[in-house]
């Protein structure tokens, strides 16, 4: 039906969840995901690096082509626990489809993972925002872009009408709050819109979306973590601050103060992780 095979996407998954077995050994058992934004690709400083696995190399698997993004999936250990490290995700506006974009949290699913830990570059829209600060998303906005579950309901991983009250989860963003104010990081919550991208958005974009309630803007990690909450996995979402939003300055965008930015922050946004990694 309109080009959606889910027998033939599960074959992908299930392929891909074997390679990463094989290449990783028997006895890795990953329960937390961890998934670095543009420009971050530095977090894993965060965990001791057991393989390397090009995603090239995965039958079947996703290639990215965005700057920032290095295509490759980490067999890790953080605090005595196995840990998958994607780094370099897929976008929407690379010209994948949001089979392609999500594919990584069902294969991680497979493989047994119940917690992902996802970050991003973000454009600030709050007043309470500038580069470069951190925001523990609490909400998202998604309906400006493709849904991410379209397509006949791939019923072994959840339900049609799967609940979005509570994505994020509350512990996660309680203790990454208490991490961050322990240690003298300036994150707060906030509300994050995803947008298709590749462009940035207008100046009256913004304004529209700020009358909205959105505190930051960016260009992944909502499809994701639909999905992710589709598998009943466990979401904690890290956005990097990068550039003020189009028109809060009369600053130009471009891609290299964001992954600049992000670059600088991946240190601490490592940290941060490491230390909620302690307490999953
Ligand atoms: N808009 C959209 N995506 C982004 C931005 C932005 O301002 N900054 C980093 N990613």
């Known amino acids: 039906?309109?080009?959606?095979?889910?027998?033939?996407?599960?074959?992908?998954?299930?392929?891909?969840?074997?390679?990463?077995?094989?290449?990783?050994?028997?006895?890795?058992?990953?329960?937390?995901?961890?998934?670095?934004?543009?420009?971050?690709?530095?977090?894993?400083?965060?965990?001791?690096?057991?393989?390397?696995?090009?995603?090239?190399?995965?039958?079947?698997?996703?290639?990215?082509?965005?700057?920032?993004?290095?295509?490759?999936?980490?067999?890790?250990?953080?605090?005595?626990?196995?840990?998958?490290?994607?780094?370099?995700?897929?976008?929407?506006?690379?010209?994948?489809?949001?089979?392609?974009?999500?594919?990584?949290?069902?294969?991680?699913?497979?493989?047994?993972v119940k917690s992902m830990i996802v970050t991003n570059a973000a454009g600030g829209i709050s007043e309470m925002f500038k580069p470069i600060q951190y925001m523990a998303i609490t909400d998202h906005i998604s309906f400006l872009a493709e849904p991410a579950l379209r397509g006949p309901n791939l019923d072994g991983f959840g339900v049609r009408f799967p609940d979005q009250s509570e994505i994020y989860d509350k512990g996660y963003i309680n203790d990454l709050l208490d991490i961050a104010s322990a240690n003298g990081i300036n994150l707060t919550k906030g509300l994050y819109v995803y947008t298709k991208g590749p462009q940035y958005e207008t100046p009256a974009e913004i304004r529209m979306l700020k009358l909205c309630g959105a505190d930051a803007v960016g260009m992944s990690t909502v499809p994701e973590v639909i999905v992710a909450s589709h598998c009943g996995i466990k979401v904690a979402a890290i956005s990097v601050i990068t550039n003020f939003a189009a028109g809060i300055t009369n600053a130009k965008l471009s891609e290299e103060e964001v992954l600049t930015n992000a670059g600088k922050a991946a240190r601490e946004v490592g940290f941060l992780i490491g230390k909620l990694i302690e307490r999953i």
Do not use: W
């Open 1 to 112: 039906m309109n080009g959606f095979d889910n027998q033939a996407y599960l074959d992908r998954i299930n392929k891909a969840a074997e390679y990463i077995r094989e290449a990783a050994g028997p006895d890795y058992a990953p329960t937390i995901c961890v998934v670095s934004g543009s420009g971050l690709a530095d977090i894993s400083s965060f965990c001791e690096v057991v393989k390397e696995i090009r995603a090239a190399d995965i039958p079947g698997y996703p290639v990215s082509t965005a700057p920032g993004h290095d295509g490759k999936l980490i067999i890790a250990r953080s605090a005595g626990k196995d840990i998958l490290v994607i780094s370099g995700r897929v976008h929407y506006y690379e010209g994948y489809d949001m089979r392609d974009v999500t594919m990584y949290v069902r294969v991680a699913s497979v493989l047994g």
